[in-house]
């Protein structure tokens, strides 16, 4: 079955950076538009970017353009979220998802009942 795991969060100053990875499998990850969402305490999931399945063209949350970056390794079925200049409105449960070549449009609407989804990793960001 397809299996998608986060790993990379941590605890970090603010000013800091972290770079989350997901690990997928069960699926032609050449195939899927991957994502990363984030949920903070008592608030909606927010979409933070996404990457395309093919070609490679990204899409950010206003909030993350110029700090964050995502990427992927179709050799080794990973995508990645490099984070930097972390402030503490950074601090939250962060999910990736994979969405079958879904539209990075589509993808950044999605709830969790579409798509595939990890099962989160912690980031807090401390001043």
């Known amino acids: 079955q397809v299996q998608l795991v986060g790993s990379g969060g941590g605890l970090v100053q603010a000013g800091g950076s972290l770079r989350l990875s997901c690990a997928a499998s069960g699926l032609t990850f050449g195939s899927y538009t991957m994502g990363w969402f984030r949920q903070a305490p008592g608030k909606e999931r927010d979409f933070v970017a996404a990457i395309r399945w093919s070609g490679g063209t990204t899409s950010y949350a206003d909030s993350v353009k110029g700090r964050f970056t995502i990427s992927r390794d179709n050799a080794k079925n990973t995508v990645y979220l490099q984070m930097n200049s972390l402030s503490p409105e950074d601090t939250a449960v962060y999910y990736c998802?994979?969405?079958?070549?879904?539209?990075?449009?589509?993808?950044?609407?999605?709830?969790?009942?579409?798509?595939?989804w990890g099962q989160g990793t912690q980031v807090t960001v401390f001043s």
């Open positions: 998802v994979a969405g079958f070549r879904a539209p990075m449009t589509v993808l950044a609407g999605w709830g969790n009942d579409r798509g595939y």
